[in-house]
C-alpha cells in the first residue's frame, strides 16, 4: 500500500498571502496524484488532479506540481474561502486508492 | 447538475448490519465507476469500496473485505454499501464519490454526497 505524507500539518497564513502544501509518497505514483479540499461539515472538492490538472470550475489561483514522489499544491494568494482542510490521494497503485493525513490551512 | 444523495446511515450494535444508498442525478450513471470514502469522526479520508460502470469489477479496502459487499442497481441510478459485522472502527461519515471520467474506474473522485453517519456502538 502506498503510504502519503503531507507537510505541515497546519499552515497558518494571512488573506492574500502564498500558500504551499507538500505531499510525499512512500513510491513513486507517476503523476496520478490529486488534491481534494474540504471545509468542516462538508464533502471534499476535487481541486486538481494527475498533479496539475485543475478540475472543472477551480480557480487558477490553485495549481499543481510534481511527479515521481514529490507534489505541491500552490494556492498563490489565499481567499477568505481557501481556508479548510487539504489531502492529497493517490491512484498509482490500487486497490486501496489512498489519501494522505491533511494539511490544515488556517488563518493566522 | 450532479447530485449525490446518501441515506442508510444509523446506530448499529457491534455485529449488526446496515445498506447504505447512494441516489445519483444529473449525470448518465451507468457509464461511470463509483465509489465510497469514509471519514471517522475528526480523522481523514479513507477509500472503502469501488465498481465499475457496469458493476462487474468491486474492489475493497482490506478493512472491510469480507464483510461489506458494493453493488450497483444502473436502471434505479442507484449505489449501495451493505455493511455486515460492523465495529466500533467502522463509524464514521460515509460518501459517495463519482469518477471523473465515464468507462473504467480510475480513482478521481469528482462529486460528492453530503454523507450519512453511520455509528456503531453498544
Known amino acids: 500500500e502506498i503510504v502519503l505524507t503531507q507537510s505541515p500539518a497546519t499552515l497558518s497564513l494571512s488573506p492574500g498571502e502564498r500558500a504551499t502544501l507538500s505531499c510525499r509518497a512512500s513510491?513513486?505514483?507517476?503523476?496520478?496524484l490529486a488534491w481534494y479540499q474540504q471545509k468542516p461539515g462538508q464533502a471534499p472538492r476535487l481541486l486538481i488532479y494527475d498533479a496539475s490538472n485543475r478540475a472543472t470550475g477551480i480557480p487558477a489561483r490553485f495549481s499543481g506540481s510534481g511527479s515521481g514522489t514529490d507534489f505541491t499544491l500552490t494556492i498563490s494568494s489565499l481567499e477568505p474561502e481557501d481556508f479548510a482542510v487539504y489531502y492529497c490521494q493517490q491512484r498509482s497503485n490500487w486497490p486501496p486508492f489512498t489519501f494522505g493525513p491533511g494539511t490544515k490551512v488556517e488563518i493566522k | 447538475e450532479v447530485q449525490l444523495l446518501e441515506s442508510g446511515g444509523g446506530l448499529v450494535q457491534p455485529g449488526g448490519s446496515l445498506r447504505l444508498s447512494c441516489a445519483a442525478s444529473?449525470?448518465?450513471?451507468?457509464?461511470?465507476?463509483m465509489s465510497w470514502v469514509r471519514q471517522a469522526p475528526g480523522k481523514g479520508l479513507e477509500w472503502v469500496s469501488g465498481l465499475s460502470s457496469s458493476g462487474g469489477g468491486t474492489f475493497y479496502a482490506e478493512s472491510v473485505k469480507g464483510r461489506f459487499t458494493i453493488s450497483r442497481d444502473n436502471s434505479k441510478n442507484t449505489l449501495y454499501l451493505e455493511m455486515n459485522s460492523l465495529r466500533a472502527e467502522d463509524t464514521a461519515v460515509y460518501f459517495c464519490?463519482?469518477?471523473?471520467?465515464?468507462?473504467?474506474?480510475?480513482?478521481?473522485?469528482?462529486?460528492w454526497g453530503q454523507g450519512t453517519v453511520v455509528a456503531v456502538s453498544s
Open positions: 444529473g449525470f448518465t450513471f451507468s457509464n461511470f465507476a
Open positions: 513510491q513513486s505514483v507517476s503523476r496520478y
Open positions: 464519490a463519482k469518477d471523473r471520467d465515464s468507462g473504467y474506474y480510475q480513482g478521481v473522485f469528482d462529486y
